[in-house]
T-cell receptor, first 116, second 112 residues
Framework: DTEVTQTPKHLVMGMTNKKSLKCEQH?????MYWYKQKAKKPPELMFVYSYEKLSINESVPSRFSPECPNSSLLNLHLHALQPEDSALYLC???????????????FGEGSRLTVL | QQQVKQSPQSLIVQKGGISIINCAYE??????FPWYQQFPGKGPALLIA?????SEKKEGRFTISFNKSAKQFSLHIMDSQPGDSATYFCAASGRNDYKLSFGAGTTVTVRA
């Protein structure tokens, strides 16, 4: 199983709503990532979890709140978003060890978010 | 600032032709150089990757050429097919670095 599964595929929310994006992988990867991608742009790193601990937060606004309940799951909680937050949100995972972190990123298909 | 510069922004090639995408970097600490392929509505997928101890790596119709002294690397798609029409991103990262620095992307269109 070499899949990263993201739900929902599409989400439309108002600026006062609270919603969550979910990501799951069963490849035994211990690093999980959230990326944001705008149309015709490269993915931008938001957060990295390594061994279920937040390792990187790329100065993301607090209206985005990540959570890693276990080694297979990653959530992104959304609250009070702005229209400019509309984008494709990609989850990814990679194999890491305690001494090395570079390696192939496996991306999900993304959740297309529209903020009205 | 963008750590990996990618060109061209887009290219059109005839079926059977060669597509060439170029990337340049400044950070000499980079030691992992992957290429990702992304189809519309899908997430990026790793196509091929290289480390600086080799100058070329080939997988099927896809070849990475790497020039460490010039700090440049390129992707060659041989015998381009319509199914290769996608956006291609080069990227780079350093040892023990979670963060990939992506190029701006190249949209490749292969005409039948």
């Amino acid at each position: 199983d070499t899949e990263v599964t993201q739900t929902p595929k599409h989400l439309v929310m108002g600026m006062t709503n609270k919603k969550s994006l979910k990501c799951e992988q069963h490849m035994g990867h211990r690093a999980m990532y959230w990326y944001k991608q705008k149309a015709k742009k490269p993915p931008e790193l938001m957060f990295v979890y390594s061994y279920e601990k937040l390792s990187i937060n790329e100065s993301v606004p607090s209206r985005f709140s990540p959570e890693c309940p276990n080694s297979s799951l990653l959530n992104l909680h959304l609250h009070a978003l702005q229209p400019e937050d509309s984008a494709l949100y990609l989850c990814a995972s990679s194999q890491v060890s305690r001494i090395s972190v570079t390696g192939e990123l496996f991306f999900g298909e993304g959740s297309r978010l529209t903020v009205l | 600032q963008q750590q990996v510069k990618q060109s061209p922004q887009s290219l059109i090639v005839q079926k059977g032709g060669i597509s060439i995408i170029n990337c340049a970097y400044e950070n000499t600490a980079f030691d992992y150089f992957p290429w990702y392929q992304q189809f519309p509505g899908k997430g990026p997928a790793l196509l091929i990757a290289i480390r600086p101890d080799v100058s070329e790596k080939k997988e099927g119709r896809f070849t990475i050429s790497f020039n460490k002294s010039a700090k440049q690397f390129s992707l060659h798609i041989m015998d381009s097919q319509p199914g290769d029409s996608a956006t291609y991103f080069c990227a780079a990262s350093g040892r023990n670095d979670y963060k990939l620095s992506f190029g701006a992307g190249t949209t490749v269109t292969v005409r039948a």
